[in-house]
């Protein structure tokens, strides 16, 4: 019947650290699994990859953490054997000041080696944002720019009406048509070829409001 299920336990040494986003890769070994990133905070930020494997009820380690600057609200992706940690808030070299803001790197993690590979860039710097994987292609959706100086003054950008898909074959990011609707906080899932952006804020009130992009 319908009922909630008690799992393993996270691992130890990884229940203080937040948990950015989660998704879903088929391993030839161990299955389906669900696969994430942490982040270690705050002094120095690190990030880590955990996978879970339901058919076994345990959890599997990845590569070890590395200093990659991030905090906060990056989305992650799997295309092929790679997975993405996409966009997010944390330090950005700003002049003479290690200032903080919404980050347009991705950085990639190799699922099969476990290793880090090199990080592209999206057009825009992006916290807040969703994505999804379709067709070997990564979708960005919303979010919104923001920046920070040492004194924790933070400065909000426009939220983004724009869309752009990162292709891990070229390591580039291009723009595609706009949303009818700006947001950040909103959900995302592909289905049937289609992408559905749901929810979310446009900054002032929540949003109701569902669109369905058809990608090129």
């Known amino acids: 019947g319908t009922a909630w299920t008690t799992i393993q336990k996270v691992p130890a040494g990884y229940t203080t650290i937040p948990f950015?986003?989660?998704?879903?890769?088929?391993?030839?070994?161990?299955?389906?699994?669900?696969?994430?990133?942490?982040?270690?905070?705050?002094a120095t930020p690190q990030i880590g990859v955990l996978a879970y494997q339901p058919s076994g009820n345990q959890w599997l380690f990845g590569a070890p953490r590395v200093g990659f600057s991030r905090y906060l609200r990056f989305s992650v992706e799997t295309v092929g054997n790679s997975m993405f940690v996409i966009g997010g808030f944390g330090p950005t070299p700003n002049g003479l000041f290690n200032d903080s803001g919404a980050l347009d790197d991705v950085l990639t993690y190799d699922l099969l080696a476990d290793a880090w590979g090199p990080a592209r860039t999206l057009n825009r710097a992006r916290d807040n944002h969703e994505s999804v994987s379709l067709n070997g292609k990564v979708y960005?959706?919303?979010?919104?720019?923001?920046?920070?100086?040492?004194?924790?003054?933070?400065?909000y950008g426009a939220i983004y009406?724009?869309?752009?898909?990162?292709?891990?074959?070229?390591?580039?990011?291009?723009?595609?048509?706009?949303?009818?609707?700006?947001?950040?906080?909103?959900?995302?899932?592909?289905?049937?070829?289609?992408?559905?952006?749901?929810?979310?804020?446009?900054?002032?009130?929540?949003?109701a409001s569902v669109e369905r992009f058809t990608p090129p």
């Open 161 to 207: 009406r724009e869309v752009e898909v990162f292709d891990p074959a070229t390591g580039k990011s291009t723009d595609l048509p706009p949303a009818f609707q700006a947001r950040k906080n909103a959900g995302a899932v592909a289905l049937n070829g289609l992408i559905y952006v749901i929810g979310g804020s446009d900054g002032t009130d929540l949003l």
């Open 20 to 42: 950015a986003d989660w998704t879903y890769f088929n391993d030839a070994t161990f299955g389906d699994l669900v696969v994430g990133a942490t982040v270690a905070l705050p």
């Open 140 to 155: 960005v959706v919303g979010g919104n720019p923001v920046t920070c100086d040492p004194f924790d003054e933070c400065r």
